[in-house]
């Protein structure tokens, strides 16, 4: 027999309708409970990983802030993918369940309707009689559905706050690592007596290695950055297929090639024709005069060398930096504001609201389960 309802299958059965009911609720309060255990962990898993961070800032060496703390942002961000995921499962088994109830009440409205009048035979009206749940009354119904609807967005808000912690960590990620990729090849000069191939970042960024690290078994060489970007998105796995990635230092021959290496300064696309020995590069792109920077008064945009000049008349003297809203004196910014100081801020005030933020998840974790509770007590399903 045909009838308008996507949910209930039997519209003409008490008992199937019940059972039905039954099983959707079951479903979805397995979904939560599994789901809330698996949050919880991932909570205690963030707390962690944030400690890592900041120990990393705080004591860390310039390896350690460059190696650590992409990994562990990366991290953190992977957990709140998963913590997300684990909420969606939730809010997909509830959102049935909610348009299950939806479509009884509705099934419930118009008189006469096969749910408002009596079932088709004596025996399964009986049958349903015996449940608490008593389905002729659509208040019951109706009280059961909007317990549902508040779980629901219960949940959908938790999942706001897993996205929220995403992006946060995200952001900082970006902070953190920057022009870390290998040298691309063109700009190494005079390196005719110098195999360039074998001093490539093989199948990751393919350029010039950077800060190159070896896997232990096949002796590839990587930058670290790609390999530790790489083994974020494939734990324990060599680019190269080896069975299990262990890292080892750059090999001596590879170094002593790469210390031949003379390579253009980055900013000669911006007039500078500084060409510098390998080992010299960072030192040299560190206070090279051809980088851009923007002023951090009036936000002009101008080259490192000429900045001094501008800022000594330049009108805007007090700024709030935009990423920690820290707020000093124009000329504090280049002294006493640095990267490491302004993520070190960021990364604070981060892990403040994420402190607020998991308690707030805590509270409505707590509150779901007592929900989830009361509704199978109703339903009479333990
Ligand atoms: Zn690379
Ligand atoms: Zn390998
Ligand atoms: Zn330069
Ligand atoms: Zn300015
Ligand atoms: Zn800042």
């Known amino acids: 027999m045909s009838h308008p309802y ?13 059972t039905q009911a039954t099983n959707f609720v079951e479903r979805a309060m397995r979904t939560a409970e599994s789901s809330t255990s698996r949050v919880q962990m991932i909570m205690n898993q963030v707390s962690s990983q944030l400690n890592t961070a900041l120990s990393a800032l705080f004591d860390g060496t310039t390896e350690d802030r460059k190696v650590f703390l992409p990994t562990t942002l990366n991290a953190i961000a992977r957990m709140g993918k998963d913590a997300a995921s684990a909420f969606r499962e939730v809010t997909t088994a509830l959102d049935q369940v909610v348009a299950f109830f939806e479509e009884l009440l509705q099934a419930m409205q118009p008189l006469p309707s096969p749910l408002t009048t009596s079932g088709p035979s004596g025996s399964t ?11 002729n ?17 219960m949940w959908n808000q938790m999942i706001q706050y897993a996205e929220k912690l995403i992006s946060q960590a995200s952001q900082a990620l970006q902070m953190s690592s920057t022009n870390e990729i290998g040298l691309e090849t063109e700009r190494v000069q005079c390196s005719s007596e110098i ?27 990587f930058c670290s950055m790609c390999i530790t970007k790489w083994l974020g998105n494939n734990p324990n796995q060599c680019p190269m297929r080896c ?52 002023c951090t008064g009036c936000l002009l945009e101008m080259l490192q060398k000429d900045l001094t000049e501008h800022q000594s008349k330049c009108a805007s003297v007090l ?5 920690c809203k820290i707020v000093c004196r124009q000329n504090d910014v280049l002294t006493h504001h640095s990267d490491r100081i302004c993520l070190r801020e960021q990364l604070r005030q981060f892990q403040h ?26 339903l009479d399903i333990h």
């Not at 195999?195 to 060489?221: G, R």
């Not at 299990?244 to 002593?256: G, H, P, T, V, Y």
């Not at 700024?319 to 990423?323: A, L, R, S």
Request: aromatic fraction near 8%; charge should be neutral; hydrophobic fraction near 30%.
């Open 353 to 378: 609201e994420s402190q607020y933020e998991t308690q707030q998840l805590r509270e409505q974790l707590r509150q779901a389960q007592r929900k989830i509770h009361k509704t199978s007590c109703v």
């Open 195 to 221: 195999d360039l191939s074998d001093l490539h970042c093989s199948t990751i960024c393919e350029n010039i290695l950077w800060k190159p690290v070896a896997c232990q078994q096949c002796e590839t060489h």
């Open 137 to 153: 009354h659509p208040t019951s119904i109706t009280v059961i559905l909007n317990n549902f609807k508040s779980l629901n967005s």
């Open 243 to 294: 069975d299990n990635f262990i890292q080892r230092s750059c090999s001596k021959f590879i170094a002593r090639q790469l210390a031949k290496l003379q390579i253009a300064c980055i900013y000669q696309p911006n007039g500078c024709n500084e060409v510098i020995l390998y080992e010299a590069l960072e030192k040299h792109e560190m206070i090279c005069g051809y980088q851009l920077v923007k």
């Open 319 to 323: 700024m709030t930096c935009e990423d």
């Open 125 to 135: 009206s009986t049958q349903a009689n015996k449940s608490s749940l008593d389905i």
């Open 6 to 18: 996507n949910y209930i299958t039997y519209p003409s059965s008490y008992r199937t309708t019940l």
